[in-house]
């Protein structure tokens, strides 16, 4: 397997180096600008599988593959889909197996050729049941509902939009980075980590209007 998995990377390499892009290859003017709705709707489609050369069936179920060469895969994969701007992004901490399984599963897809706004490779098919898709528990669809599902019209004084703001935030970075959430902490939405004066925490940037420690120079 690992020759057949060494061919396939060299593939799709080439594939990745040699692509037919109009994101990347044309320089538009202001007045040709659309914005991503229009594009989303004008675009024209193309088979990922034509577009990129590579096809689904040479794509190795993951059952057959080592953890090394899926990695070795995924990233290949990932960076070929960069360059036909149908990027493979997820919002969550996904297992590199379950996210190469996602691909492979989809790579028949149509894929939108945008000239001017960014493509996002289909993680499932419509109308497939959240958690029932290729990702299962990681589902991105099942995350979005329940985020949109804590966005109510409620009378909410400031603290406790704050509060929940908080809130929403550390969920998506415990979904999104996993045992490393943590590293990314809200602390503007903390009010434990406000200032003397009840200023939310500034990440060190200081005030927009405190003189500059290094201007001493210009009042000398």
């Known amino acids: 397997m690992e020759r057949y998995v060494e061919q396939l990377l060299s593939d799709i390499a080439y594939a990745t180096e040699h692509v037919d892009c ?8 202001i007045h040709d600008w659309v914005s991503d709705e229009e594009e989303e709707r004008t675009a024209p489609r ?3 599988e034509e577009w990129t050369g590579i096809r689904k069936v040479q794509l190795p179920p993951v059952e057959r593959l080592t953890d090394d060469q899926v990695h070795r895969l995924l990233k290949a994969l990932t960076a070929l889909l960069n360059a036909h701007n149908w ?15 996602t691909i492979r599963e989809n790579f028949n897809q149509d894929a939108l050729v945008k000239t001017q706004n960014m493509g996002f490779f289909q993680l499932c098919r419509p109308g497939t049941p959240h958690g029932k898709c ?3 528990e990681h589902c991105q669809c099942r995350f979005y509902a329940e985020i949109c599902a804590n966005f109510i019209d409620e009378d909410l004084s400031s603290e406790e939009e704050r509060a929940r703001h908080l809130e929403i935030e550390t969920n998506h970075l415990k979904r999104r980075h996993g045992e490393d959430w943590e590293k990314y902490y809200p602390y503007h939405l903390d009010p434990e980590y406000d200032d003397e004066n009840g200023n939310p925490y500034d990440y060190g940037f200081g005030q927009p209007n405190e003189p500059d420690p290094d201007d001493w120079w210009r009042n000398g």
């Open 22 to 29: 109009p994101y990347q290859q044309r320089e538009c003017s």
């Open 46 to 48: 193309r088979p990922l």
């Open 87 to 101: 990027s493979f992004v997820l919002q969550t901490a996904v297992p590199e197996r379950i996210q190469y399984t």
């Open 134 to 136: 290729a990702l299962e």
